[in-house]
Protein backbone atom coordinates (compact mmCIF):
# COMPACT_ATOMS: atom_id res chain seq x y z
CA UNK A 1 0.00 0.00 0.00
CA UNK A 2 1.44 3.81 -0.47
CA UNK A 3 1.41 5.15 2.27
CA UNK A 4 1.83 9.76 2.66
CA UNK A 5 5.04 8.96 4.71
CA UNK A 6 8.35 10.14 2.58
CA UNK A 7 10.99 7.44 2.97
CA UNK A 8 13.91 8.74 5.65
CA UNK A 9 17.47 8.64 3.70
CA UNK A 10 19.22 5.83 4.09
CA UNK A 11 21.19 5.26 7.31
CA UNK A 12 19.40 8.37 8.84
CA UNK A 13 16.69 6.52 10.56
CA UNK A 14 14.93 9.92 10.75
CA UNK A 15 17.20 10.97 13.57
CA UNK A 16 18.10 14.65 14.76
CA UNK A 17 19.78 16.26 17.75
CA UNK A 18 18.08 18.05 20.28
CA UNK A 19 18.62 21.39 19.18
CA UNK A 20 17.49 20.96 15.40
CA UNK A 21 14.54 19.38 17.39
CA UNK A 22 13.56 22.16 19.33
CA UNK A 23 14.55 24.79 16.28
CA UNK A 24 11.85 22.50 14.38
CA UNK A 25 9.27 22.68 17.57
CA UNK A 26 9.41 26.30 17.65
CA UNK A 27 9.17 27.10 13.87
CA UNK A 28 6.10 29.20 12.92
CA UNK A 29 5.82 27.07 9.47
CA UNK A 30 7.13 24.09 8.16
CA UNK A 31 9.32 21.28 9.90
CA UNK A 32 12.28 19.05 7.84
CA UNK A 33 11.41 15.50 8.42
CA UNK A 34 9.05 13.03 10.22
CA UNK A 35 10.50 12.98 13.60
CA UNK A 36 10.24 16.41 13.48
CA UNK A 37 6.83 16.87 12.57
CA UNK A 38 5.56 14.78 15.67
CA UNK A 39 7.48 16.79 17.87
CA UNK A 40 5.58 19.74 16.37
CA UNK A 41 2.22 18.69 16.81
CA UNK A 42 2.82 16.96 20.12
CA UNK A 43 4.43 20.16 21.13
CA UNK A 44 1.28 22.33 20.44
CA UNK A 45 -1.14 19.62 21.83
CA UNK A 46 -2.94 19.40 17.73
CA UNK A 47 -5.97 17.24 17.68
CA UNK A 48 -6.80 17.54 13.69
CA UNK A 49 -4.76 17.75 11.00
CA UNK A 50 -6.19 18.96 7.74
CA UNK A 51 -4.74 17.26 4.51
CA UNK A 52 -5.12 19.76 1.53
CA UNK A 53 -4.32 20.63 -2.03
CA UNK A 54 -5.48 23.24 -4.38
CA UNK A 55 -7.79 21.58 -7.23
CA UNK A 56 -8.17 23.47 -10.55
CA UNK A 57 -10.24 26.32 -9.50
CA UNK A 58 -7.82 26.93 -6.11
CA UNK A 59 -10.34 25.53 -4.15
CA UNK A 60 -8.83 24.00 -1.27
CA UNK A 61 -9.37 19.61 -1.13
CA UNK A 62 -8.44 17.01 1.20
CA UNK A 63 -9.28 15.28 4.30
CA UNK A 64 -9.22 15.93 7.91
CA UNK A 65 -7.70 13.19 10.49
CA UNK A 66 -6.74 12.89 13.93
CA UNK A 67 -3.16 13.87 13.92
CA UNK A 68 -2.23 10.35 15.56
CA UNK A 69 -3.30 8.97 12.41
CA UNK A 70 -1.38 11.46 10.62
CA UNK A 71 2.37 10.11 11.66
CA UNK A 72 1.01 6.63 10.98
CA UNK A 73 1.12 4.22 8.56
CA UNK A 74 -2.14 5.88 7.10
CA UNK A 75 -3.13 6.71 3.25
CA UNK A 76 -4.44 9.24 1.84
CA UNK A 77 -6.63 9.13 -1.49
CA UNK A 78 -8.50 11.25 -3.51
CA UNK A 79 -10.71 10.26 -6.71
CA UNK A 80 -8.62 11.81 -9.82
CA UNK A 81 -12.32 12.65 -10.97
CA UNK A 82 -12.43 15.85 -8.22
CA UNK A 83 -9.61 17.58 -10.80
CA UNK A 84 -11.76 17.51 -13.81
CA UNK A 85 -14.79 18.87 -11.61
CA UNK A 86 -15.80 22.85 -12.50
CA UNK A 87 -16.18 25.24 -10.41
CA UNK A 88 -19.99 24.16 -9.62
CA UNK A 89 -19.48 21.09 -8.77
CA UNK A 90 -20.47 19.16 -12.50
CA UNK A 91 -18.64 16.50 -14.55
CA UNK A 92 -18.16 17.95 -17.93
CA UNK A 93 -18.97 15.86 -21.11
CA UNK A 94 -16.04 14.56 -22.91
CA UNK A 95 -15.02 16.35 -25.53
CA UNK A 96 -11.73 16.82 -28.05
CA UNK A 97 -9.17 15.13 -26.09
CA UNK A 98 -10.59 15.63 -22.79
CA UNK A 99 -11.47 12.12 -21.40
CA UNK A 100 -11.98 10.62 -17.72
CA UNK A 101 -10.28 7.90 -16.35
CA UNK A 102 -13.00 5.12 -16.87
CA UNK A 103 -12.45 3.69 -13.39
CA UNK A 104 -11.86 7.18 -11.37
CA UNK A 105 -8.91 5.62 -9.69
CA UNK A 106 -7.17 6.85 -6.70
CA UNK A 107 -4.56 9.60 -6.82
CA UNK A 108 -2.39 9.69 -3.45
CA UNK A 109 -2.33 12.88 -1.40
CA UNK A 110 1.92 13.23 -0.38
CA UNK A 111 2.21 16.02 2.19
CA UNK A 112 4.64 18.60 1.78
CA UNK A 113 6.04 18.91 5.02
CA UNK A 114 7.86 22.66 4.37
CA UNK A 115 4.07 24.10 4.82
CA UNK A 116 3.02 22.73 7.58
CA UNK A 117 1.47 25.29 10.25
CA UNK A 118 -1.81 25.72 12.48
CA UNK A 119 -5.38 26.69 11.75
CA UNK A 120 -5.04 29.80 13.95
CA UNK A 121 -9.32 30.56 13.53
CA UNK A 122 -10.13 26.98 14.32
CA UNK A 123 -11.70 26.48 18.14
CA UNK A 124 -9.70 23.16 18.65
CA UNK A 125 -6.15 22.73 17.96
CA UNK A 126 -5.80 21.70 14.05
CA UNK A 127 -3.13 22.29 11.87
CA UNK A 128 -3.04 21.73 8.27
CA UNK A 129 -0.71 20.79 5.32
CA UNK A 130 -0.52 20.94 1.56
CA UNK A 131 -0.34 17.99 -0.23
CA UNK A 132 1.44 17.02 -3.68
CA UNK A 133 -0.59 14.74 -5.68
CA UNK A 134 0.87 11.21 -7.08
CA UNK A 135 -0.61 7.97 -8.87
CA UNK A 136 -0.24 4.77 -6.70
CA UNK A 137 3.41 4.12 -7.92
CA UNK A 138 4.42 7.51 -6.68
CA UNK A 139 4.94 9.38 -9.11
CA UNK A 140 3.68 12.81 -10.05
CA UNK A 141 0.60 13.65 -10.71
CA UNK A 142 0.75 15.92 -14.06
CA UNK A 143 -2.32 18.05 -14.57
CA UNK A 144 -2.60 18.70 -11.19
CA UNK A 145 -1.86 22.41 -10.34
CA UNK A 146 0.59 22.26 -7.67
CA UNK A 147 2.82 19.58 -9.74
CA UNK A 148 2.44 21.96 -13.34
CA UNK A 149 4.53 24.77 -11.37
CA UNK A 150 6.70 22.24 -10.30
CA UNK A 151 7.16 21.38 -14.02
CA UNK A 152 7.31 25.34 -15.01
CA UNK A 153 9.97 25.91 -12.19
CA UNK A 154 11.87 22.22 -13.14
CA UNK A 155 12.24 23.59 -16.59
CA UNK A 156 14.11 27.15 -15.49
CA UNK A 157 16.70 24.93 -13.22
CA UNK A 158 17.12 22.86 -16.47
CA UNK A 159 18.24 25.88 -18.51
CA UNK A 160 20.30 27.12 -15.51
CA UNK A 161 17.76 29.42 -14.34
CA UNK A 162 15.97 30.75 -11.03
CA UNK A 163 12.40 32.61 -11.22
CA UNK A 164 11.54 34.92 -8.26
CA UNK A 165 8.07 36.48 -8.20
CA UNK A 166 6.08 38.37 -5.93
CA UNK A 167 2.33 38.52 -6.47
CA UNK A 168 0.03 41.28 -5.43
CA UNK A 169 -3.39 40.08 -4.55
CA UNK A 170 -6.45 42.56 -4.35
CA UNK A 171 -10.08 41.50 -2.77
CA UNK A 172 -13.02 43.38 -1.83
CA UNK A 173 -14.86 43.37 1.06
CA UNK A 174 -18.65 43.15 0.69
CA UNK A 175 -22.34 42.90 2.81
CA UNK A 176 -23.04 39.24 3.58
CA UNK A 177 -25.18 38.04 0.93
CA UNK A 178 -27.62 35.31 0.72
CA UNK A 179 -29.57 35.29 -2.34
CA UNK A 180 -26.99 35.39 -5.79
CA UNK A 181 -30.33 37.16 -7.46
CA UNK A 182 -29.29 40.31 -5.55
CA UNK A 183 -26.31 42.25 -6.43
CA UNK A 184 -23.52 42.49 -3.73
CA UNK A 185 -23.06 45.85 -1.91
CA UNK A 186 -20.11 47.48 0.37
CA UNK A 187 -19.92 46.56 3.93
CA UNK A 188 -20.60 48.95 7.02
CA UNK A 189 -17.01 49.74 8.38
CA UNK A 190 -16.91 51.21 11.89
CA UNK A 191 -18.17 54.25 11.19
CA UNK A 192 -21.63 52.33 10.92
CA UNK A 193 -21.93 53.95 7.04
CA UNK A 194 -21.18 51.80 3.95
CA UNK A 195 -18.01 52.12 2.36
CA UNK A 196 -17.75 54.28 -0.79
CA UNK A 197 -14.86 54.32 -3.85
CA UNK A 198 -12.05 56.15 -4.47
CA UNK A 199 -10.10 55.67 -1.67
CA UNK A 200 -7.23 54.54 -2.91
CA UNK A 201 -3.85 54.25 -0.54
CA UNK A 202 -6.76 55.62 2.33
CA UNK A 203 -5.14 54.87 5.72
CA UNK A 204 -9.01 55.88 6.67
CA UNK A 205 -10.53 53.33 4.30
CA UNK A 206 -8.36 50.53 6.11
CA UNK A 207 -9.23 51.65 9.43
CA UNK A 208 -12.88 51.57 8.84
CA UNK A 209 -12.14 47.29 8.87
CA UNK A 210 -8.80 47.84 11.77
CA UNK A 211 -10.63 44.69 13.58
CA UNK A 212 -10.76 42.47 10.72
CA UNK A 213 -7.20 43.52 9.42
CA UNK A 214 -6.05 42.77 12.52
CA UNK A 215 -7.44 39.53 12.48
CA UNK A 216 -5.31 39.10 9.26
CA UNK A 217 -2.08 39.68 10.80
CA UNK A 218 -2.66 37.52 13.53
CA UNK A 219 -4.05 34.82 11.31
CA UNK A 220 -0.88 35.23 8.79
CA UNK A 221 1.62 35.49 11.88
CA UNK A 222 0.94 32.25 13.25
CA UNK A 223 1.13 30.32 10.26
CA UNK A 224 4.06 32.19 9.17
CA UNK A 225 3.21 34.18 6.27
CA UNK A 226 4.63 37.28 5.73
CA UNK A 227 2.60 40.49 4.38
CA UNK A 228 4.78 43.60 2.97
CA UNK A 229 2.10 45.97 2.73
CA UNK A 230 -1.65 46.11 2.44
CA UNK A 231 -3.44 48.75 0.68
CA UNK A 232 -7.16 50.09 0.08
CA UNK A 233 -7.13 49.87 -3.67
CA UNK A 234 -10.00 52.31 -6.10
CA UNK A 235 -12.76 50.41 -5.25
CA UNK A 236 -15.35 50.70 -2.21
CA UNK A 237 -13.96 48.07 0.45
CA UNK A 238 -10.95 47.04 -1.90
CA UNK A 239 -7.77 46.09 -0.24
CA UNK A 240 -5.11 44.81 -1.77
CA UNK A 241 -2.19 42.54 -0.08
CA UNK A 242 1.80 42.66 -0.97
CA UNK A 243 3.73 39.56 -0.63
CA UNK A 244 7.71 39.89 -0.59
CA UNK A 245 9.41 38.19 -3.57
CA UNK A 246 10.43 34.77 -3.68
CA UNK A 247 10.18 31.26 -5.21
CA UNK A 248 7.15 30.63 -7.25
CA UNK A 249 5.94 27.67 -5.53
CA UNK A 250 6.23 28.74 -1.74
CA UNK A 251 4.40 32.49 -3.24
CA UNK A 252 1.66 30.15 -4.96
CA UNK A 253 1.26 28.23 -1.36
CA UNK A 254 1.17 31.66 0.34
CA UNK A 255 -1.59 32.81 -1.97
CA UNK A 256 -3.32 29.96 -1.51
CA UNK A 257 -3.23 30.03 2.02
CA UNK A 258 -4.06 33.39 2.14
CA UNK A 259 -7.09 33.62 -0.05
CA UNK A 260 -8.47 30.87 3.01
CA UNK A 261 -7.39 32.91 5.45
CA UNK A 262 -8.93 36.21 4.58
CA UNK A 263 -11.66 34.87 3.93
CA UNK A 264 -11.49 33.30 7.27
CA UNK A 265 -10.99 37.07 8.81
CA UNK A 266 -13.87 38.35 7.43
CA UNK A 267 -16.83 35.76 7.96
CA UNK A 268 -15.30 36.11 12.01
CA UNK A 269 -16.46 39.74 11.25
CA UNK A 270 -20.14 39.11 9.72
CA UNK A 271 -19.01 39.95 5.91
CA UNK A 272 -17.91 38.02 2.98
CA UNK A 273 -14.00 38.69 1.66
CA UNK A 274 -14.20 37.87 -2.27
CA UNK A 275 -11.70 36.82 -4.87
CA UNK A 276 -14.11 37.46 -7.73
CA UNK A 277 -12.24 39.85 -10.65
CA UNK A 278 -15.73 42.12 -11.23
CA UNK A 279 -17.82 41.21 -8.58
CA UNK A 280 -19.78 45.17 -8.49
CA UNK A 281 -20.88 46.90 -11.74
CA UNK A 282 -19.44 49.91 -12.71
CA UNK A 283 -16.68 49.21 -10.08
CA UNK A 284 -12.94 48.20 -10.65
CA UNK A 285 -12.17 44.50 -10.73
CA UNK A 286 -9.51 42.65 -8.33
CA UNK A 287 -6.16 41.43 -10.26
CA UNK A 288 -3.22 39.52 -8.99
CA UNK A 289 -0.42 41.18 -10.49
CA UNK A 290 3.17 39.32 -10.71
CA UNK A 291 6.16 40.49 -10.83
CA UNK A 292 8.86 38.09 -12.16
CA UNK A 293 12.44 38.27 -12.64
CA UNK A 294 14.83 35.52 -13.18
CA UNK A 295 18.42 34.84 -11.55
CA UNK A 296 21.22 32.64 -12.73
CA UNK A 297 21.39 29.63 -10.70
CA UNK A 298 25.08 29.29 -9.73
CA UNK A 299 25.62 33.16 -9.46
CA UNK A 300 22.29 34.71 -8.09
CA UNK A 301 22.92 37.83 -10.16
CA UNK A 302 19.83 38.38 -12.37
CA UNK A 303 19.85 37.97 -15.83
CA UNK A 304 17.77 40.90 -16.63
CA UNK A 305 20.70 43.10 -16.00
CA UNK A 306 24.16 43.33 -18.27
CA UNK A 307 27.17 43.97 -16.39
CA UNK A 308 27.26 47.35 -17.23
CA UNK A 309 23.65 48.08 -15.66
CA UNK A 310 21.76 47.87 -18.76
CA UNK A 311 18.76 45.74 -19.47
CA UNK A 312 20.01 42.45 -20.92
CA UNK A 313 19.56 40.32 -24.46
CA UNK A 314 17.92 37.86 -22.43
CA UNK A 315 15.67 40.57 -20.63
CA UNK A 316 14.01 41.88 -23.82
CA UNK A 317 13.24 38.13 -24.85
CA UNK A 318 11.63 37.50 -21.50
CA UNK A 319 9.50 40.46 -22.82
CA UNK A 320 9.05 39.80 -26.05
CA UNK A 321 7.82 35.61 -24.43
CA UNK A 322 5.38 37.64 -22.71
CA UNK A 323 3.90 39.64 -25.31
CA UNK A 324 3.71 36.67 -27.49
CA UNK A 325 2.40 33.70 -24.90
CA UNK A 326 0.15 35.90 -22.32
CA UNK A 327 -2.73 36.39 -24.10
CA UNK A 328 -2.80 32.38 -25.43
CA UNK A 329 -2.40 31.57 -21.87
CA UNK A 330 -4.83 34.47 -20.82
CA UNK A 331 -7.40 31.59 -19.74
CA UNK A 332 -5.53 30.28 -17.03
CA UNK A 333 -5.11 33.88 -15.88
CA UNK A 334 -8.66 34.77 -16.27
CA UNK A 335 -10.49 31.67 -15.70
CA UNK A 336 -14.03 31.86 -15.57
CA UNK A 337 -17.02 34.09 -17.47
CA UNK A 338 -17.29 36.91 -14.88
CA UNK A 339 -13.28 37.47 -15.27
CA UNK A 340 -13.71 39.39 -18.57
CA UNK A 341 -15.70 41.85 -17.12
CA UNK A 342 -13.12 42.88 -15.75
CA UNK A 343 -11.11 43.09 -18.60
CA UNK A 344 -13.03 45.86 -20.23
CA UNK A 345 -12.43 49.48 -20.85
CA UNK A 346 -12.18 52.29 -18.01
CA UNK A 347 -12.09 50.27 -15.63
CA UNK A 348 -8.25 50.61 -14.90
CA UNK A 349 -7.02 47.37 -16.77
CA UNK A 350 -4.88 46.87 -19.26
CA UNK A 351 -6.44 45.73 -22.30
CA UNK A 352 -3.71 45.67 -24.69
CA UNK A 353 -0.44 43.37 -25.28
CA UNK A 354 2.28 46.30 -25.01
CA UNK A 355 4.90 47.01 -22.38
CA UNK A 356 6.55 49.56 -20.78
CA UNK A 357 8.85 51.52 -18.34
CA UNK A 358 6.80 52.17 -15.37
CA UNK A 359 3.39 52.38 -17.62
CA UNK A 360 0.82 51.24 -15.36
CA UNK A 361 -1.58 51.42 -18.62
CA UNK A 362 0.63 48.21 -20.35
CA UNK A 363 -0.19 44.75 -20.01
CA UNK A 364 3.64 44.47 -18.80
CA UNK A 365 5.00 47.18 -16.66
CA UNK A 366 9.10 47.32 -16.03
CA UNK A 367 8.83 48.97 -12.56
CA UNK A 368 11.22 51.89 -11.87
CA UNK A 369 14.33 49.98 -9.64
CA UNK A 370 17.65 49.48 -8.82
CA UNK A 371 19.24 47.16 -12.08
CA UNK A 372 19.85 43.98 -9.87
CA UNK A 373 16.20 44.54 -8.79
CA UNK A 374 14.81 44.80 -12.50
CA UNK A 375 11.62 42.77 -13.37
CA UNK A 376 8.20 42.48 -15.57
CA UNK A 377 5.05 42.72 -14.08
CA UNK A 378 2.66 40.76 -15.42
CA UNK A 379 -0.94 42.75 -14.70
CA UNK A 380 -2.61 40.85 -16.83
CA UNK A 381 -4.05 37.84 -13.97
CA UNK A 382 -7.20 38.50 -12.06
CA UNK A 383 -7.39 37.24 -8.30
CA UNK A 384 -9.71 34.81 -9.22
CA UNK A 385 -7.10 32.89 -10.64
CA UNK A 386 -5.50 29.80 -9.21
CA UNK A 387 -1.97 31.13 -8.09
CA UNK A 388 -0.30 27.78 -9.20
CA UNK A 389 -1.54 28.08 -12.39
CA UNK A 390 -1.59 31.65 -13.40
CA UNK A 391 2.50 31.90 -12.20
CA UNK A 392 2.79 28.92 -13.73
CA UNK A 393 1.78 29.83 -17.32
CA UNK A 394 3.21 33.27 -17.02
CA UNK A 395 6.64 32.29 -16.34
CA UNK A 396 6.42 29.87 -18.50
CA UNK A 397 5.41 32.54 -21.48
CA UNK A 398 8.76 34.72 -20.15
CA UNK A 399 10.81 31.26 -20.83
CA UNK A 400 9.67 30.52 -23.88
CA UNK A 401 10.57 33.80 -24.89
CA UNK A 402 14.14 33.36 -23.97
CA UNK A 403 14.42 29.67 -25.63
CA UNK A 404 12.87 31.10 -28.81
CA UNK A 405 14.65 34.45 -28.97
CA UNK A 406 11.38 36.36 -29.25
CA UNK A 407 12.16 40.57 -30.01
CA UNK A 408 9.60 42.61 -28.19
CA UNK A 409 7.90 45.44 -29.46
CA UNK A 410 9.26 49.26 -28.51
CA UNK A 411 8.34 49.93 -24.78
CA UNK A 412 5.52 52.82 -24.93
CA UNK A 413 5.37 55.83 -22.82
CA UNK A 414 1.73 56.76 -24.04
CA UNK A 415 -1.32 56.07 -22.27
CA UNK A 416 -2.07 52.23 -24.01
CA UNK A 417 -5.52 51.52 -22.83
CA UNK A 418 -7.60 53.26 -25.09
CA UNK A 419 -8.98 51.65 -28.83
CA UNK A 420 -8.93 48.24 -29.52
CA UNK A 421 -8.63 45.28 -27.66
CA UNK A 422 -6.25 43.24 -28.15
CA UNK A 423 -6.79 40.15 -25.69
CA UNK A 424 -9.45 37.66 -25.80
CA UNK A 425 -12.56 38.84 -25.16
CA UNK A 426 -14.62 35.89 -24.05
CA UNK A 427 -13.63 32.23 -22.14
CA UNK A 428 -14.31 30.01 -25.42
CA UNK A 429 -11.98 32.79 -27.28
CA UNK A 430 -8.91 32.12 -24.49
CA UNK A 431 -9.88 28.30 -24.72
CA UNK A 432 -9.22 27.91 -28.47
CA UNK A 433 -5.46 29.90 -28.24
CA UNK A 434 -4.07 28.02 -25.48
CA UNK A 435 -5.72 24.49 -26.73
CA UNK A 436 -3.85 25.80 -30.28
CA UNK A 437 0.10 27.00 -29.04
CA UNK A 438 1.91 24.05 -29.49
CA UNK A 439 5.17 25.67 -27.52
CA UNK A 440 3.12 25.08 -23.59
CA UNK A 441 2.60 21.39 -24.31
CA UNK A 442 6.28 20.58 -23.56
CA UNK A 443 6.34 23.59 -20.49
CA UNK A 444 3.10 23.41 -18.88
CA UNK A 445 2.12 19.66 -20.05
CA UNK A 446 -0.23 18.23 -22.44
CA UNK A 447 -1.92 16.22 -19.78
CA UNK A 448 -2.77 19.88 -17.79
CA UNK A 449 -3.65 21.64 -21.18
CA UNK A 450 -6.01 19.10 -22.57
CA UNK A 451 -7.89 18.60 -18.82
CA UNK A 452 -7.84 22.38 -17.90
CA UNK A 453 -9.31 23.02 -21.18
CA UNK A 454 -12.23 20.21 -21.48
CA UNK A 455 -13.33 21.73 -17.64
CA UNK A 456 -13.27 25.58 -19.01
CA UNK A 457 -15.98 24.20 -22.02
CA UNK A 458 -17.76 22.48 -19.03
CA UNK A 459 -18.38 25.75 -17.18
CA UNK A 460 -18.90 27.66 -20.37
CA UNK A 461 -21.94 25.98 -21.11
CA UNK A 462 -23.39 25.80 -18.04
CA UNK A 463 -22.72 29.32 -17.97
CA UNK A 464 -24.84 29.41 -21.06
CA UNK A 465 -27.67 27.52 -19.02
CA UNK A 466 -28.28 31.03 -16.84
CA UNK A 467 -30.79 33.62 -18.14
CA UNK A 468 -29.45 36.71 -16.71
CA UNK A 469 -31.66 39.69 -16.00
CA UNK A 470 -29.96 41.61 -18.22
CA UNK A 471 -31.99 39.36 -20.88
CA UNK A 472 -35.01 39.82 -18.89
CA UNK A 473 -35.15 43.22 -18.93
CA UNK A 474 -34.23 44.37 -22.60
CA UNK A 475 -35.77 40.89 -24.36
CA UNK A 476 -38.75 39.88 -22.72
CA UNK A 477 -40.91 42.10 -24.50
CA UNK A 478 -38.83 44.23 -26.82
CA UNK A 479 -37.63 41.00 -29.63
Not at 101 to 118: A, H, I, Q, Y
Not at 274 to 294: D, N, R, Y
Not at 363 to 383: W, Y
Not at 404 to 422: K, L, R, Y
Request: proline share 8%.
Amino acid sequence: MTTHKEPPAAGANEKCDDDDLQLAIQSLRGVPGWTEASAWLQARGIEDIECITPDLAGVTRGKMMPSSKFTSNTALSLPSSLFRQTISGEYPDETGEFRYDPNDGDLKLRPDLSTLCVVPWESDPTAQIICDIVDTAGEPVRYTPRNVLKRVVQAYADDGFRPVVAPEIEFYLVAQNIDPDDPLKPPKGRSGRPIQGGQSYSIAGINEFDDLVDDIYHFSEAQGLEIDTLIHEEGPAQMEINLRHGDPLELADQVFLFKRTIREAAMKHGIYATFMAKPMEGLPGSAMHIHQSVVDSETGANIFTAENGEPSPLFFHYVGGMQRYVPRALVTMAPYVNSYRRLAPDMACPLNNKWGYDNRTTAFRVPASEPQARRVENRLPSSDANPYLALASSLAAGLLGIRNEIEPDEPTQESVNEGAIELPRSLLDAVALFEGEGDFREVLGREFITNYCGVKRGEFETFMQVISPWEREYLLLNV
